[in-house]
């Protein structure tokens, strides 16, 4: 059985999605808006869901077509043989998003969705199926549009950005995905010709976590549970998933390059320390408690890549009242702001020659406050947050020409 997969993802991220899914399946793979597609079976989307570090969820389309109103998507959802996919002594979930869609009600589609399934089971069996809204069996995604909609089994359960090891959460806590998709844009594959990196502001330790896996050759998945393992289309494929999770298995290795990474905080440092314990990534990382402005550089060159807090200060630890919690306080305005990224760029161009700094920011302007000029600009969404990921090449002294 094969079908055309979507994987959904952050805006931006699409081509090296694309890139991704060609790389782990060998197939082609067609970017859209928010997502890839490619065709693939059911190892496609064992294989996908515990490789992929981009996407956002691995979804396996059941129905799709015109309609006009919550009637038109109960009878193509009837359509559908329910009981290739779930028993009624399972549970489902249907989520819905729209675009543009002339239902006045998300909420009564997914009950039709709903309905459907539930109808479906009872004829063929005399029983149906129960609502888990937190770990259903068969997690269902509706998506309608102005006149379309398609209806997708989702063969994750949980999105794909949950890998399993994360417990401690810092503010505002970086998406592993977003994580990932930032590495891959930089080109950084954890190969020694890619180089020490540093996140010298690492918060709960997202990106130096994400890259440590990399080097190690620790799939994504590796530690955690998927929906489609409780659902009949793939329980015919248990041998194949035991084959793919030993293959990720026998892959990891130790890290050949160096790892970077700290936070002003200590409490923070704590969370990223623990976080890459449960990662299996500990040995990999070196952690250091240090102010990213007074910082020395760990090697001769490398690689900084970094998601400076959004709306909040860095500032030499004991600064103000409350310690730790002083030093990450909001901005006083954009004055603060500047002042730090200005601080941060001369820091850079007196100890970091020779390094190349990413960072990962929502201020278009950020140049301008760093007094720096951008080699490269990439476009990238943080959730809602329309942001850019910015390349620095390093120099000592100042990237700007003297006046006159």
């Not at 799709?64 to 549970?91: N, S």
């Not at 994400?210 to 998945?221: F, L, N, T």
Request: proline share 7%; glycine share 10%; aromatic share 8%.
């Amino acid at each position: 059985m094969k079908a055309a997969l979507f994987l959904p993802c952050a805006g931006g991220v699409e081509p090296l999605l694309a890139d991704e899914v060609q790389r782990l399946t060998g197939a082609r793979a067609e970017t859209a808006r928010g997502g890839v597609w490619v065709r693939g079976d059911a190892r496609t989307a064992m294989l996908l869901n515990l490789e992929s570090r981009l996407a956002q969820r691995v979804l396996w389309p059941v129905a799709e077509g015109r309609y006009r109103d919550e009637h038109d998507l109960y009878r193509a959802a009837r359509e559908v043989d329910w009981t290739a996919w779930i028993t009624p002594a399972q549970t489902l979930r249907v989520d819905v998003s729209a675009q543009r869609s002339p239902l006045t009600s998300l909420n009564f589609a997914a009950l039709r969705i709903k309905d459907a399934v539930c109808d479906t089971l009872r004829d063929a069996t005399g029983a149906r199926p129960s609502v888990d809204t937190r770990r259903p069996d068969l997690p269902l995604a509706l998506f309608v549009g102005p006149e379309h909609f398609t209806l997708y089994v989702d063969t994750s359960g949980e999105a794909l950005f949950k890998r399993g090891w994360r417990e401690a959460k810092g503010e505002a806590p970086l998406k592993e995905t977003l994580a990932a998709a930032m590495l891959a844009a930089i080109g950084w594959q954890g190969r020694p010709e890619d180089g020490p990196l540093l996140d010298p502001c690492c918060g709960a330790g997202t990106i130096a976590i994400e890259a440590a896996q990399i080097a190690c050759g620790i799939a994504p998945g590796a530690q955690r549970r998927f929906a489609f393992e409780g659902q009949m289309p793939f329980r015919g494929q248990q041998a194949a998933w035991r084959d793919l999770k030993r293959a990720a298995q026998a892959r990891v290795r130790p890290s050949p390059v160096p790892i970077f990474a700290g936070d002003v905080s200590f409490r923070m440092t704590d969370f990223a320390t623990r976080n890459a314990e449960r990662a299996g990534v500990r040995g990999a990382i070196e952690f250091k408690t240090m102010d990213a402005l007074q910082r020395p550089p760990p090697a001769a060159t490398g690689t900084i890549l970094m998601n400076p807090p959004y709306g909040e200060r860095i500032a030499p630890k004991g600064q103000g009242q409350g310690g730790d919690r002083a030093a990450r306080q909001g901005f006083d305005g954009g004055g603060s702001a500047g002042d730090f990224f200005a601080a941060l760029a001369s820091h850079w161009k007196h100890h970091y020659p020779g390094w190349t700094a990413w960072l990962l920011s929502p201020e278009m302007k950020l140049p301008g406050l760093m007094r720096l000029k951008e080699s490269r600009r990439v476009p990238m969404w943080n959730g809602p947050i329309e942001c850019r990921l910015l390349r620095f090449d390093l120099v000592a002294g100042s990237a700007r020409a003297p006046a006159g």
